[in-house]
């Protein structure tokens, strides 16, 4: 079964301080990307996706993600986070033609001011 | 209302009993999801009901947990003889009708503690 794997589960940075969190999916056919995002006490929304075309996705609120397929890395990153993207952000990922997402772990990332 | 919604928000039992979760998924959206997120542990997929399909049901950590949609749209989460590593939650998810991309739409979910 296929995986995704997040690292450094736990971040702490200060505000304006820039954003990589790294995501890898096992997983050799064609794919659907996620990232989602939950802010404390929120509930799960999607932040940006990927299907096909331009590997650069732009998200809202400034993130981006970039597809590299012979990495099978599917990463996030912001350049200059505020307070208020404190929160946990999980990668996803749907083989196509499979409806099921697998989900990573999350990155729990706290943004002192 | 414009979303999926859930119930309870909050559901506290003790070991042995059963319990029901609800979901109400967005009018329109063919596509259920239920999956379970324990603390540290990411989102695990439980079961998936597309239309008229059979569920794939391949998710369901035991016998003891089932899930049910009626007419197509609400679905309940069934739960029996609760144990306490049950404790999660619980987080209903549908997908827009005709969409091509796939984006799932959250609920808030159901915490659920078992004593």
């Known amino acids: 079964a296929q995986s995704v794997s997040q690292h450094n589960h736990h971040v702490i940075l200060s505000e304006a301080a820039s954003l990589e969190l790294g995501c890898n999916y096992s997983y050799g056919g064609t794919v659907n990307l996620f990232w989602y995002v939950q802010y404390p006490g929120q509930h799960l929304q999607l932040l940006l996706k990927y299907f096909s075309g331009d590997p650069l996705v732009k998200g809202i609120k400034g993130f981006e993600a970039e597809f590299i397929k012979s990495k099978f890395s599917f990463n996030l990153r912001k350049p200059s986070v505020q307070w208020s993207d404190t929160a946990e952000y999980f990668c996803?990922?749907?083989?196509?033609?499979?409806?099921?997402?697998?989900f990573g772990k999350g990155n729990q990332v706290v943004v002192i001011p | 209302g414009a979303g999926v919604s859930q119930s309870p928000s909050n559901k506290v039992t003790e070991k042995g009993k059963d319990v029901e979760l609800r979901c109400d998924p967005i009018?329109?959206?063919?596509?259920l999801y239920w999956y379970r997120q324990s603390l540290g542990q990411g989102l695990e997929f439980l079961i998936y009901f597309q239309g008229n399909s059979a569920p794939d049901k391949s998710g369901l950590p035991s016998d003891r947990f089932s899930a049910e949609r009626t007419g197509g749209s609400v679905s309940t989460l069934t739960i029996q003889r609760t144990q306490q590593e049950d404790s999660a939650v619980y987080l209903c998810?549908?997908?827009?009708?005709?969409?091509?991309?796939?984006?799932?739409?959250f609920g808030p979910g159901t915490r659920l503690t078992v004593l």
């Open positions: 996803a990922v749907m083989p196509y033609g499979n409806n099921r997402l697998a």
């Open positions: 998810a549908n997908i827009l009708s005709g969409s091509s991309y796939n984006e799932q739409f």
């Open positions: 009018s329109g959206h063919t596509a």
